[in-house]
């Protein structure tokens, strides 16, 4: 009896070390995660917080991340997902990020000013023009040539700047255009509608005399981008435009706003900037 009472602890104890045995096992080969753990249902991701810091675009901060240019909370983290808290310490490259606030400055741009950061062969720059509008380092949306006046929008909100000058978005720009001559109702005619620059569609949204000026004066309204576009369609129709002056960009015009001036825009202004669709 003693020995079969033996015997039974024994396969008892026997079964109770296999899982102890497993445990440690288990122990032994856990993974040590560099990357803290993020909450998923909140704050912002790690490529647009470095991006809105001003470091550099989306694309290029999940490219830094990959490398490992990015801790946070003192841990390396690679992971392009990863949703930042606020209360997260962020550090890139060793040097401590926070996003910028968001500025939006309106300028009525005059002629010869080249819409660029800086230039090379010394030209003035609308940089110039804006210089006191804001510590945050913001940057025009679109382009104007040197010699086109009007508004132009800057800021550091790319997702905002992304909106406005992707095609998708019909976003409204009117133009004045000064002719070098009066404009023949049946030119006027063949500028409604759809219209072939280059090999590819324009489409302009209205054009028109301008009341009470000389039928050399038009009001044009397009929502293309492309470079030079206005004047390359009206020397489709063999005109050219002596001067060009943008007067509504996204609903936003130039009242109150002298030529070679500055506002920073409303709130307002700016929450319907940001519902447009």
């Known amino acids: 009896m003693k020995s079969n009472k033996n015997s039974s602890r024994g396969r008892q104890e026997g079964k109770k ?29 790690l490529n647009k917080y470095i991006a809105n810091s001003g470091i550099c675009s989306r694309r290029e901060a999940d490219t830094y991340i990959e490398h490992g240019s990015v801790e946070i909370n003192g841990k390396l ?7 930042v ?9 060793g040097t401590s990020i926070t996003p910028e ?13 080249i819409t660029t950061m800086d230039d090379d062969r010394g030209r003035k720059t609308v940089m110039e023009l804006i210089a006191n509008a804001s ?25 905002l700047a992304k909106k406005l000058t ?10 004045h255009a000064s002719l070098d001559r009066k404009l023949e109702l049946r030119d006027l005619e063949k500028l409604r509608g759809e219209v072939i620059i280059e090999g590819r569609k324009v489409f302009i949204d ?7 000026e000389p039928k050399s004066e038009i009001g044009i309204e397009i929502h293309s981008g492309r470079n030079r576009i206005v004047r390359k369609i009206f020397e489709h129709v063999g005109y050219k435009v002596n001067k060009l002056d943008r007067v509504v960009f ?25 519902i447009l669709k």
């Open 17 to 45: 070390k296999t899982p102890l045995n497993r445990k440690s096992t288990k122990k032994e080969f856990k993974k040590i995660k560099e990357t803290p753990q993020s909450d998923a249902s909140s704050g912002i991701r």
């Open 166 to 175: 992707h095609p998708k978005h019909n976003v409204r720009k009117l133009y």
């Open 77 to 83: 983290v690679t992971e392009m997902g990863y949703k």
């Open 85 to 93: 808290q606020p209360d997260d310490v962020v550090r890139f490259d």
């Open 250 to 274: 996204a609903e936003l015009t130039k009242k109150n706003l002298p030529r070679g001036r500055w506002r920073p825009l409303t709130n307002l202004e700016v929450t319907n900037l940001q």
């Open 101 to 113: 606030q968001k500025k939006y400055v309106l300028l009525n741009k005059p002629k010869n000013y």
């Open 206 to 212: 209205a054009i028109s005399y301008v009341n009470g």
């Open 135 to 159: 510590k945050e380092r913001i940057y025009p949306v679109g382009r104007l040539d040197r010699n086109t006046t009007g508004l132009l929008l800057f800021t550091n909100d790319g997702d």
